[in-house]
C-alpha cells in the first residue's frame, strides 16, 4: 500500500511559478514509476507529466511542455512538479499517483495510487 500527500497548490496569478510536491509513504518508492494529473472542473482528469522510477525518463503533453518540470528524489520518497509561466487555464485540482511498474505512463488507468489533490488557481 502506498500513501500519496500532495502539497504546494495556490492561488497565482498569471505569469507566476508554483512548486506542487507529493510525500509517499513505503519503502519500494524508488521501484515505482510517478506522475502527475489534473482536473478542472467539468472536465475529465487530464495527464500532465510522468517520470521513471530512476527519475532518467520524462514525458509530458504538449499543452505544459516547456512550462512544466517533474523530478524526483528517491532519498525523500518524493516527487515533484515545478509549474512556470501559469496560465488561467492551468487551473484545476492537481493530483499525484503512483504505479508498480518503473515505466513512466500518460495513461490514467495505469496507475494504482492516488493522492487527494490539491488546488491550483491561475489568476488573470
Known amino acids: 500500500q502506498v500513501q500519496l500527500v500532495e502539497s504546494g497548490g495556490g492561488l497565482v496569478q498569471t505569469g507566476n511559478s508554483l512548486r506542487l510536491s507529493c510525500a509517499a509513504s513505503?519503502?519500494?518508492?524508488?521501484?515505482?514509476?510517478m506522475g502527475w494529473f489534473r482536473q478542472a472542473p467539468g472536465k475529465e482528469r487530464e495527464f500532465v507529466a510522468t517520470i521513471s522510477a530512476s527519475g532518467r525518463s520524462t514525458y509530458y503533453p504538449e499543452s505544459v511542455k516547456g512550462r512544466f518540470t517533474i523530478s524526483r528524489d528517491n532519498a525523500k520518497n518524493t516527487v515533484y512538479l515545478q509549474m512556470n509561466s501559469l496560465k488561467p487555464e492551468d487551473t484545476a485540482v492537481y493530483y499525484c499517483?503512483?504505479?508498480?511498474?518503473?515505466?513512466?505512463?500518460?495513461?490514467?488507468?495505469?496507475?494504482?495510487?492516488w493522492g487527494q489533490g490539491t488546488q491550483v488557481t491561475v489568476s488573470s
Open positions: 499517483a503512483a504505479r508498480t511498474y518503473a515505466a513512466p505512463s500518460g495513461l490514467r488507468y495505469a496507475y494504482d495510487y
Open positions: 513505503g519503502r519500494t518508492f524508488s521501484n515505482y514509476a
